[in-house]
């Protein structure tokens, strides 16, 4: 079992930064595929970035490349998503997952309870 707990939400102005934070506890860490998913308002839940057991492959929302990166620390048992020139649509709520490296929410079996990210313009 791992359980996710995220941090470093909250309210930025347009053109600001946030890092994200996602610590998991439990032993085997290092062993899942971490993803962030973020979910606004009456939208369904999307695909953010995701990163290997190894954290030497990640990928992205074609969106978002080029301003968020995600990255870990295995002996931390972290996972971080630094968000650069943020705009007002990304406003949501940010979760963190673990399982298996997917674009797809449905490969990952554990989540945080996510935190809340606003961007005013």
């Known amino acids: 079992q791992v359980q996710l707990v995220e941090s470093g939400g909250g309210l930025v102005q347009a053109g600001g930064s946030l890092r994200l934070s996602c610590a998991a506890s439990?032993?085997?860490?290092?062993?899942?595929?971490m993803g962030w998913f973020r979910q606004a308002p009456g939208k369904e839940r999307e695909f953010v970035a995701a990163?290997?057991?190894?954290?030497?492959?990640?990928s992205y929302a074609d969106s978002l490349k080029g301003r968020f990166t995600i990255s870990r620390d295995n002996a931390k048992n972290t996972v971080y998503l630094q968000m650069n020139s943020l705009k007002p649509e990304d406003t949501a709520v940010y979760y963190c997952?673990?399982?298996?490296?997917?674009?797809?929410?449905?490969?990952?079996?554990?989540w945080g309870q996510g935190t809340q990210v606003t961007v005013s313009s």
């Open positions: 997952a673990g399982g298996l490296y997917s674009s797809s929410p449905h490969q990952y079996n554990y």
């Open positions: 439990g032993r085997t860490f290092s062993s899942y595929a």
């Open positions: 990163i290997n057991w190894s954290g030497r492959t990640t």
